[in-house]
């Protein structure tokens, strides 16, 4: 593991943070854009530096603050060639009335994090699906007491759609809807 990595990771935390911090979700989403092309083009631990990143425009239809509903347990374990057997525990649900529900995880190894991914039927996403929180490397959209931020505004796709080198979980079962999602980050150009 190198300092490159914990770099990104750390200019990932901190891209999210200004995120958070902006009190214009549209504004804020252009922030996230750039901050993203910037980081693919310039950092030694990006999955592409070549590519071009697309993003649909923001639209606001897409942000959700939400409650996490009851969900009956659930343990996922997903095998991936770099890191071994990958435990995931359903945490709850998010209600998102375009796409219905959505199932939400924890991370059930070591650090732990909320990982919400989402593989809608738009031709132009990755099939694999697309994260919306991954808390566990600094994608956390906020929220109030008891709520997530969801907005898929903020869809991006995983490393692995760019290098399969990269080894990525991809949204399971629950985190699959027959709806397209227009916004967030689109097939690389």
Known sequence: MSLDLLDWRRSVAALYAAVRADHDPAHAHQVWSDGRQRLFNEHSESPDRAARLRVAAYDPAWRFEVRLEPAEPLRLEIATATDGVVPFDR?????????????????????????????DANPDTYRGGRYVLDTVKGADLGGGAGT?????????????AYDEAWACPLAPEGNRTESVVPVGELLPG
Do not use: E, M
């Open 91 to 119: 945490i709850g649900q998010v209600a998102l009335p375009p796409i219905g529900p959505i199932d939400v995880w924890w991370l059930a190894s070591y650090g732990g994090g909320v990982w919400l991914p989402v593989r």
């Open 148 to 160: 997530l931020v969801v907005d898929l505004n903020f869809a991006y796709n995983p490393s692995c």
